[in-house]
């Protein structure tokens, strides 16, 4: 939304597939019972479709819609019960209340830094950079190199570089905060190159094809603010005395330690960045375990998901590859659930260091890769991690992703089983007709030698009742792909009300890597966030 004028909201617009602007245009003057021509404005607030009837699909829009008259008599003689006024969405940078003339640093430059150090940098405060790994460009074919020659490099990978983890997915936009500013998040996105429709889809994506450009665009606009990001440089230690944070210490590209002085720095390092944890543990700083999901990818053919979720309808060009969100609740016992699902796309290789195998799932704008895949993952606890070590969610990460480096050869390949042999608890040996998409291979084997027992039995069991819920689920010649434990972190580093760390001033824990988000959108206004927080430090 542009402009200050109150605007009417009308919701429950419904339309068939084929609906034009014109049809949208005349639906919402029919609900306020005004001519087309005094609508002066309409724009597409959201779309979503309705499914629920696989013999009548149909689209469902609410539309903000200014008039060629005063909005409030409009609405009160349109006695129209769905709808009502709204105003547009507005953003105020806050004042910034610095007294420090040190430029401020983010560590890390996924959802969480980037949004973090483009909001400094439109406060005018020249925020400094450091990403351990390589710039978007390099770093794609550090990536494809990885996938083709199953050789990694440890500092460019899915999980490390411009861009962050979520660069190598499907960019979902999907969240579930509630907090105003994923509308700023979106509303950025456009500015730097999305498709403007994920302003208002069911289903926001941006495609890891198109997200490449989008974030150069973010880094280009933070350094004409003034802002400096410098890549293939790994922070190894902060600064403290006295409970204030003084500086960082990094590596640089060249080898060579740089110390550099800050009173400010925002730690968004994403949720791989283990070392960088365990640097801050050992420095006293308070972090806590926190749950995070063990499981596998699961992954049908793109056809038959469409089938299922559409009906005849499956193939019409308004709707694309169809998506799904699946939940397993027992009275007792483990949840599972199905997560980032990647319709028409593919299973990822998402190591980010030897000796470890971790899939992930991506998909690129179009979505027309010949399966659909996602997680399918089950809850772990922190009473499952075997120690009341703050990091011991890591040592369980890293002890599964080391069994599933062994079980697939030792050579990046990842191990898999089919859906009917899963169930019946025996070995694949072969595949069926889904064709597994993972780049670096597959190894058919049984997945439970990698994942802990609590957590296939519970898939299992989820896998049949999810079949239920959506037809072909438990299709038997899928293929579960393992294994997945990166889909958030598994510790918290403890912050106060003020966004900083406990009992350090200037340290800013931020986004997925700091245990406070769980995807783009909200770990994008978690570094929104932090950064405000910075503004208003009178330091």
């Known amino acids: 939304m542009c402009g200050d004028k109150i605007m009417i909201r009308i919701n429950e617009i419904k339309l068939p597939l084929e609906a034009t602007d014109e049809d949208i245009l005349a639906a919402a003057a029919k609900a306020l019972r ?52 709204i105003e547009p969405f507005s953003y105020i940078l806050p004042e910034n209340k610095r007294k420090s003339t040190l430029r401020p640093i983010v560590a890390g430059f996924g959802p969480g830094g980037m949004w973090a150090a483009l909001t400094l940098a439109r406060a005018g405060l020249r925020p400094i950079v450091l990403e351990r790994g390589r710039d978007i460009d390099r770093r794609t074919a550090d990536v494809n190199r990885f996938w083709k020659e199953k050789v990694i490099d440890e500092t460019s990978n899915v999980q490390f570089g411009e861009g962050g983890a979520g660069t190598f997915s499907d960019g979902k936009l999907t969240t579930g905060i509630k907090d105003k500013l994923c509308r700023k998040v979106f509303l950025d996105f456009v ?5 403007e ?4 889809s069911w289903r926001p994506h941006i495609g890891t094809d198109k997200l490449v450009q989008v974030v150069k665009n973010i880094r280009e606009e933070i350094k004409a603010l003034g802002g400096d990001v410098f890549f ?68 049908h053919p793109r056809e038959m998901i469409n089938r299922s979720q559409y009906g005849n309808f499956a193939g019409h060009p308004a709707l694309g590859a ?47 890769e010949e399966n659909s895949n996602s997680a399918l993952l089950v809850g772990i606890e922190p009473e ?16 599964i992703e080391e069994k599933a480096f062994r079980c697939g050869g030792s050579d990046f390949t990842a191990p898999a ?65 393992a294994p997945e434990t990166r889909s958030s972190s598994p510790v918290r580093i403890v912050r106060d009300e003020f966004y900083q760390a406990l009992k350090v001033r200037g340290l800013y824990p ?3 890597g700091a245990g406070y988000a769980g995807g783009i959108v909200s770990a994008a206004v978690d570094g929104i966030r932090c950064a405000h927080a910075v503004l208003s430090d009178e330091f």
Do not use: W
């Open 34 to 85: 005004c001519p087309k021509r005094k609508i002066s404005s309409l724009e597409i607030a959201k779309k979503s479709l309705d499914s629920r009837k696989k013999d009548n699909l149909f689209f469902v829009y609410s539309v903000d819609v200014t008039v060629d008259a005063d909005e409030s008599d409009t609405l009160e003689k349109s006695k129209c019960k769905k709808a009502m006024l």
């Open 384 to 399: 499952d991690f075997g120690s009341d070590h703050p990091l011991a969610g890591f040592k369980l990460q890293r002890e």
């Open 417 to 481: 089983q089919l859906v009917g042999d899963f169930l019946q608890n025996v070995r694949s040996t072969q595949l069926g007709s889904v064709n597994p998409s993972c780049p670096t291979g597959v190894k058919m084997g049984d997945i439970r030698e990698v994942l802990p027992k609590k957590v296939t039995d519970t898939m299992a069991d989820a896998i049949v009742k999810m079949g239920q819920q959506l037809k072909g689920f438990d299709l038997p010649d899928a293929v579960l792909t």
């Open 322 to 368: 169809a998506d799904y969100k699946l939940a397993c609740h027992p009275p007792h016992g483990r949840g599972a659930y199905t997560f980032c699902m990647c319709p028409g796309g593919t299973v990822v290789a998402a190591a980010s260091e030897n000796g470890g195998v971790v899939v992930n799932g991506m998909s690129n704008f179009a979505r027309d």
């Open 197 to 200: 429709e994920i302003l208002y």
């Open 232 to 299: 293939s440089c790994k922070l190894t230690n902060v600064i403290i005395a006295n409970g204030v944070v003084h500086g960082v210490t990094y590596i640089n590209e060249k080898g060579e330690t740089v110390d550099l002085e800050t009173d400010s720095l925002i730690l968004a390092i994403g949720h791989s960045a283990k070392d960088t944890v365990e640097m801050l543990y050992n420095k006293g700083i308070d972090i806590m375990q926190k749950p995070f999901s063990v499981g596998a990818r699961i992954e």
């Open 191 to 195: 500015e730097f190159g999305a498709p």
């Open 510 to 512: 931020c986004g997925e």
